[in-house]
């Protein structure tokens, strides 16, 4: 076997462990209670600013889904309706009280999903703002322009967090900070990482008021999480 084969098969394995990983969290999530649900679900809309109360009577995209848990929980608790979105099928519910979730990758494009028919899409630690899509520029280009097309006019994208990886590659210090573990991190360096993570987070939301966009951002003050709605004009 050569050596590229060779790298090819270890690249394999290495997507292989990653799959069955989040294959296993996915069952796991399946396996909680409506309790539970709730709660997780609570915690990452509060991430972004908003309630499970927000959703009702609204039509709602989860972008990033994986296991559909603010669409069980809006469905337990009888507010909104969410559609759930992920590219991975195998991260998505499994339970048969949950409506299949949608597969697509938002940088192909979400064709089951009509244009101007969605009053909210939420994006917790998903694509546009991180994954892949963030560390191209035409992907995310293309993928904000896909959130929009779903978009009702006045209907509002949010998004956290806002770290466009396309722009902290101009960081090449936080990459050299980054290949160090960051529990061996010095004091001075734990300053300069926040630091770091500001300025990009900055020049993230600099880019998207840059294309037009009306942005509203946000800071969590339990988590530290920062949010963005961006409005539809
Ligand atoms: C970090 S997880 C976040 C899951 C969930 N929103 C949460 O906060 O717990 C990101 C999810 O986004 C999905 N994802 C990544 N890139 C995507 C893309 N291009 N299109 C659709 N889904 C994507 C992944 O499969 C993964 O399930």
């Known amino acids: 076997m050569n050596i590229e084969n060779m790298s090819q098969n270890n690249e394999n394995r290495r997507r292989e462990e990653i799959r069955e990983k989040m294959e296993n969290m996915a069952n796991y999530i399946d396996s909680l209670s409506d309790d539970e649900i709730i ?3 609570t915690d990452m809309l509060d991430d972004l600013g908003l309630t499970l109360d927000d959703l009702k009577n609204k039509k709602v995209v ?3 889904s994986a296991t559909q848990i603010i669409e069980r929980a809006a ?3 009888d507010s909104g309706e969410v559609l759930s979105v992920d590219k991975r099928d195998y991260v998505l519910s499994k339970r048969p009280d949950v409506k299949r979730g949608i597969v697509a990758d938002i940088r192909q494009g979400v064709p089951q999903i009509a244009d101007s ?5 939420i994006a917790h630690a998903g694509p546009p703002a991180i994954s892949a899509v963030s560390r191209n520029k035409e992907d995310f280009d293309f993928s904000l322009k896909e959130v929009l097309r779903m978009l009702k006019t006045g209907g509002e994208a949010r998004i956290s967090p806002l770290f466009f990886y396309f722009i902290k590659e ?8 980054h290949q160090k573990n960051p529990k061996d991190w010095t004091d001075d360096e734990r300053k300069e990482e926040l630091i770091l993570v500001s300025r990009i987070e900055d020049e993230s939301l600099k880019y998207l008021q840059g294309m037009g966009l009306n942005v509203v951002a946000g800071k969590n003050k339990r988590s530290g999480w920062s949010s963005y709605g961006i409005i539809k004009k």
């Open 117 to 121: 028919s969605i009053d909210l899409l």
């Open 75 to 77: 469905t337990i608790k």
């Open 62 to 64: 989860d972008l990033g």
């Open 39 to 41: 709660t997780m679900a």
């Open 170 to 177: 101009k960081y090449k210090r936080y990459e050299e900070l």
